[in-house]
Structure formats: structure tokens, C-alpha cells
């Protein structure tokens, strides 16, 4: 212990379960790799008007969960509450969009900050993988991020995630139904800051989570009465390209992005062994992002995904990862003269390519296995002074026990073919 822990709502990852961190990472940006997303990093921090703008005034990010701060030099700034804003800015200011290859497709990953009410599943710092196709209206381009998200989960061998999708409109058609939901909002028995809400941003008000508000919103108007027609031909073909793509999804009328800007196509992931905190990824088109913080109009679509509480979500599944072996080899030296011959081994053996450790801080050979056992390498290099005077040193299979002498110059040899 030392004076010090980590910051309420906050956790550090540690050997050996951070390995399953880098793992769901890994699992979820191989997908979009492999479809033509290229890597972006943005800052930690932007100017909190970005944020006030981009992911909207009215939302409990920004009025509730920002950490906004005034620098020596005066700026307003935020720490990043989530990715969206910040990877279109930073397209928008390399003038990504009029190099002509349209759609943009970028994909991060990164540490992303709100101040919430620390539990399960929530915390104050959290990472998210996240992807975003600017600058292109094309259904497909919506069925892609959903196929890719869905292969993610698949390929980390989760089943109970259900995938609920909506159409939100466009500005056509959306008004209609904001002013409709409106009007039917106004006639219920709503708490001051729900009545309040509704006036602002009145869907947002489908997505309240407490019982005795769902329960009055049986009836309400729904979003898929109100499409217009070229909403709906939109939203039909996504729905085909993802139904021909085997990607089960639930309809779901009543999934909303608070936002104005969020248009048509919605999507959310949930896992049903996270309790309260189910939501394990979310995302959708966003036509209107782009003009909302300055730019040309550039329609896009994009998905951010939660790495904790896609963990819990293995966890909560039973899903153990086939990590690969941290360590495949641990040599140990007995003695001076062994030590620098050994270490010069465990350096070739890694330049070759083969995860190796040593033994540090002149331990005797039982402290030594010890440390071998817990590294879960696969075999042990054990020297003293007489295998040396022999030129070998003594090999030992970890799994069968065997061992043997081998001559110091066909060390890597051998170590190779017996690795495969
Ligand atoms: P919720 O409704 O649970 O608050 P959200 O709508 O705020 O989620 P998004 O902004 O869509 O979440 O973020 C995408 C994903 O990031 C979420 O599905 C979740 O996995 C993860 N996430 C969001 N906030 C947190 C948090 N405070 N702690 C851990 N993960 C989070
Ligand atoms: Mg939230």
C-alpha cells in the first residue's frame, strides 16, 4: 500500500488480467482492419465547446458528467467524455473529406472520462473501440459497422448480446414525430425535470429508465409510423443487407440518440448478464454532426464499444480467452559465469522471436523454478558452472518434466522446432 489509490469510480489493469483488455481490443478493431479502417488518435482533451456541441447541451453528458477545466492560458477545455466529436473534428481539420475518397473509415481506441455515479459497469475512466464512416449515405455502409460489431463479439466467443435497431427519421419526417411525441409527453403526470426535457428533447424522454415513466409511455407515438418514405426504403434495406448477412436484431421503436443530429439509422448492443448496466455498445448515423460543429454537410455513421463492460460481458458468460503464453521460455543461471553466458542466450532467443525471461537478482535454483512455474513458460534453460565446462546447458519441458543436456550453439534450434 502506498498513500496513495486510484481516484474514486476509476481501476488499474494489471497482469495477468489486463491480457484481456489488449485481447477484446485486439478482437474488436481485427474486423475493422480488415474493411478498411484506418487508425486514428485524437487527444485526451478538445475545447469543451466541441463537446457542448457535438454530443449536444441538452444531454447528461455534457450538463452532468463533463470534466471541464480552465487551463493557465484560459482555455476552456474537457477531458474526452466519448470519440465521435473529437475523430470528425480532427477529419475535418486535415481536410480528410476533400482528398475525394469518400467515405472516411477511422477506427480508435482509447481512454474516454465522465464523471458518473461510480458502479459496476460505470466508472469516471473507461475505454471505449470505436469506428466512424464519414462523408457517405449508404445503407451499406450502416449494415457494415453492425456486421462488424457483430463479428467482434462473435469472434470473442460472446452469444448473449441482442443487437436493438430503429430508424430515427431525417429532417424531414423527424419534426413530425418530435412534435407528435411532444404533444403526447405534455399529457402525462412527468416529474418538472422530465416536463422539462420533453420540451428540449422530447425522445430522450423514451429512454428514461425508471418503471413508473415507461409504464405511461405505453401508447406513445411510435418512430417507425412517422417515417417518410425515403427513410423507410433506408432503414428496409438495411435491415435486408444485415438479415442476408445472418445478423440476428431486434426491432426496437422506443431506442433513441437524444440528439438532433442522429438521424435514421440507430443501433445499440446489449448483453443480458450486465444487470442495470447492459448496454455493452452503441452507435449510429449522425447526418447532421458534421454542420453542428462547423463543417460541410457529411453524413456519417459510427459505433463507439465499452472494453469494460465488454469484459464483465466474457465474465458474466463464463468466457475464458486463449491468450497466447506470455512466456515460452525461462532461463536460469547458477552462478556468475552462467548469468552472462545465459543472459546472452535469452537475448538471441528473443531476437529469434521467442518470448523468453531470466532470472534476475541472483536467486538459487528453488526461488528460481519458482519464478519459471508462475512465468507459464513452457521450458526452462538451466545452466551452472559444469554444464557450462561441457558446453551445454540442461533443457526441461515444463508440461512432460522432461530434460536433457543440449549443446549451447543449438539452443535456439532446438527451442524453434520444439515451438513449432
Ligand atoms: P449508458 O446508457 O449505460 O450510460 P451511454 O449511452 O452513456 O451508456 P455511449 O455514450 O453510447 O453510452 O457509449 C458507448 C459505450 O461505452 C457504452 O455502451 C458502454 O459500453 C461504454 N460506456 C459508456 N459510459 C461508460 C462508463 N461510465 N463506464 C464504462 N463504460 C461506459
Ligand atoms: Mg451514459
Given at each position: 500500500?502506498?498513500?496513495?489509490?486510484?481516484?474514486k469510480?476509476?481501476?488499474?489493469?494489471?497482469p495477468?488480467n489486463?491480457?484481456?483488455?489488449?485481447?477484446?481490443?485486439?478482437?474488436?478493431?481485427?474486423p475493422?482492419?480488415?474493411?478498411?479502417?484506418?487508425?486514428?488518435e485524437?487527444p485526451g482533451f478538445?475545447?469543451?465547446?466541441l463537446?457542448?456541441?457535438g454530443?449536444?447541451?441538452s444531454?447528461d453528458i455534457?450538463t452532468k458528467e463533463m470534466?471541464?477545466f480552465e487551463?493557465?492560458?484560459?482555455?476552456?477545455l474537457?477531458?474526452r467524455?466519448?470519440?465521435?466529436a473529437?475523430?470528425?473534428?480532427?477529419?475535418?481539420?486535415?481536410?480528410?473529406?476533400k482528398?475525394?475518397n469518400?467515405?472516411?473509415?477511422?477506427?480508435?481506441?482509447?481512454?474516454?472520462?465522465r464523471?458518473e455515479?461510480p458502479?459496476k459497469g460505470?466508472y469516471?475512466?473507461?475505454?471505449?473501440v470505436?469506428a466512424?464512416?464519414?462523408?457517405?449515405?449508404d445503407?451499406a455502409?450502416?449494415?457494415?459497422?453492425?456486421?462488424?460489431?457483430?463479428?467482434?463479439y462473435r469472434s470473442?466467443?460472446?452469444?448473449?448480446f441482442?443487437?436493438?435497431l430503429?430508424?430515427?427519421?431525417d429532417?424531414?419526417?423527424?419534426?413530425v414525430?418530435?412534435a407528435?411525441?411532444?404533444?403526447?409527453?405534455r399529457?402525462l403526470?412527468?416529474?418538472?425535470?422530465?416536463?422539462r426535457r420533453a420540451e428540449?428533447?422530447?425522445l430522450r424522454?423514451?429512454d428514461?429508465?425508471r418503471?413508473?415513466v415507461?409504464?405511461q409511455l405505453?401508447g406513445?407515438?411510435?418512430?417507425?409510423d412517422?417515417?417518410c418514405?425515403a427513410?423507410?426504403?433506408y432503414?428496409k434495406?438495411?435491415r435486408?443487407l444485415?438479415d442476408a448477412?445472418?445478423v440476428?436484431y431486434e426491432d426496437?421503436?422506443?431506442l433513441v440518440?437524444?440528439?438532433?443530429?442522429?438521424?435514421r439509422?440507430?443501433?445499440?448492443f446489449v448483453h443480458?448478464?450486465?444487470?442495470s448496466q447492459?448496454a455493452?455498445?452503441?452507435?449510429?448515423r449522425y447526418?447532421?454532426?458534421?454542420?453542428?460543429?462547423?463543417?460541410?454537410?457529411?453524413p456519417?455513421?459510427?459505433?463507439?464499444?465499452?472494453?469494460?463492460?465488454t469484459?464483465l460481458a466474457?465474465e458474466?458468460?463464463g468466457?475464458?480467452l486463449?491468450?497466447p503464453?506470455t512466456t515460452s521460455?525461462f532461463a536460469?543461471?547458477?552462478?556468475?559465469?552462467?548469468r552472462r553466458?545465459?543472459?546472452?542466450?535469452?537475448?538471441?532467443?528473443?531476437?529469434?522471436?521467442?518470448?523468453?525471461?531470466?532470472?534476475y537478482?541472483?536467486k538459487g535454483?528453488?526461488?528460481?523454478?519458482?519464478n519459471?512455474?508462475?512465468?507459464?513458460?513452457r521450458f526452462?534453460l538451466?545452466?551452472?558452472?559444469?554444464d557450462l565446462?561441457?558446453g551445454v546447458?540442461?533443457?526441461?519441458?515444463?508440461e512432460?518434466?522432461?530434460q536433457?543436456?543440449v549443446a549451447?550453439?543449438?539452443v535456439?534450434e532446438?527451442?524453434?522446432?520444439?515451438?513449432?
Amino acid at each position: 500500500m502506498s498513500t496513495f489509490q486510484a481516484p474514486k469510480g476509476t481501476y488499474d489493469l494489471l497482469p495477468p488480467n489486463s491480457a484481456t483488455y489488449l485481447a477484446v481490443r485486439e478482437a474488436i478493431s481485427a474486423p475493422l482492419k480488415n474493411s478498411g479502417y484506418g487508425y486514428v488518435e485524437t487527444p485526451g482533451f478538445e475545447a469543451v465547446e466541441l463537446f457542448a456541441r457535438g454530443v449536444g447541451e441538452s444531454t447528461d453528458i455534457v450538463t452532468k458528467e463533463m470534466y471541464a477545466f480552465e487551463t493557465k492560458g484560459g482555455d476552456k477545455l474537457a477531458l474526452r467524455p466519448e470519440g465521435t466529436a473529437s475523430v470528425l473534428r480532427a477529419a475535418l481539420e486535415a481536410n480528410l473529406h476533400k482528398a475525394g475518397n469518400l467515405p472516411v473509415k477511422l477506427w480508435y481506441s482509447g481512454s474516454y472520462y465522465r464523471y458518473e455515479r461510480p458502479q459496476k459497469g460505470r466508472y469516471r475512466h473507461f475505454s471505449q473501440v470505436g469506428a466512424e464512416a464519414i462523408g457517405a449515405e449508404d445503407p451499406a455502409l450502416d449494415a457494415e459497422l453492425i456486421i462488424l460489431a457483430d463479428q467482434a463479439y462473435r469472434s470473442l466467443g460472446l452469444r448473449n448480446f441482442r443487437i436493438l435497431l430503429n430508424s430515427l427519421g431525417d429532417k424531414e419526417c423527424r419534426p413530425v414525430y418530435r412534435a407528435a411525441l411532444q404533444e403526447f409527453l405534455r399529457g402525462l403526470d412527468l416529474d418538472e425535470e422530465t416536463l422539462r426535457r420533453a420540451e428540449i428533447n422530447p425522445l430522450r424522454v423514451l429512454d428514461d429508465k425508471r418503471a413508473d415513466v415507461q409504464k405511461q409511455l405505453t401508447g406513445a407515438p411510435s418512430m417507425p409510423d412517422y417515417l417518410c418514405d425515403a427513410c423507410t426504403a433506408y432503414h428496409k434495406e438495411v435491415r435486408e443487407l444485415l438479415d442476408a448477412a445472418g445478423v440476428v436484431y431486434e426491432d426496437d421503436a422506443k431506442l433513441v440518440r437524444g440528439l438532433d443530429y442522429y438521424t435514421r439509422t440507430t443501433f445499440e448492443f446489449v448483453h443480458d448478464g450486465l444487470g442495470s448496466q447492459s448496454a455493452v455498445g452503441g452507435g449510429g448515423r449522425y447526418d447532421g454532426l458534421s454542420e453542428m460543429i462547423g463543417g460541410p454537410s457529411l453524413p456519417s455513421v459510427g459505433w463507439a464499444l465499452g472494453v469494460d463492460r465488454t469484459v464483465l460481458a466474457l465474465e458474466a458468460e463464463g468466457v475464458d480467452l486463449e491468450l497466447p503464453a506470455t512466456t515460452s521460455v525461462f532461463a536460469v543461471p547458477l552462478g556468475e559465469e552462467a548469468r552472462r553466458v545465459l543472459f546472452g542466450k535469452v537475448t538471441e532467443l528473443r531476437k529469434a522471436g521467442i518470448a523468453t525471461d531470466f532470472s534476475y537478482g541472483g536467486k538459487g535454483l528453488k526461488g528460481a523454478m519458482k519464478n519459471a512455474n508462475r512465468s507459464g513458460a513452457r521450458f526452462t534453460l538451466v545452466a551452472g558452472e559444469r554444464d557450462l565446462a561441457d558446453g551445454v546447458v540442461q533443457l526441461k519441458d515444463m508440461e512432460s518434466g522432461e530434460q536433457g543436456p543440449v549443446a549451447l550453439d543449438a539452443v535456439l534450434e532446438t527451442l524453434k522446432a520444439k515451438l513449432g
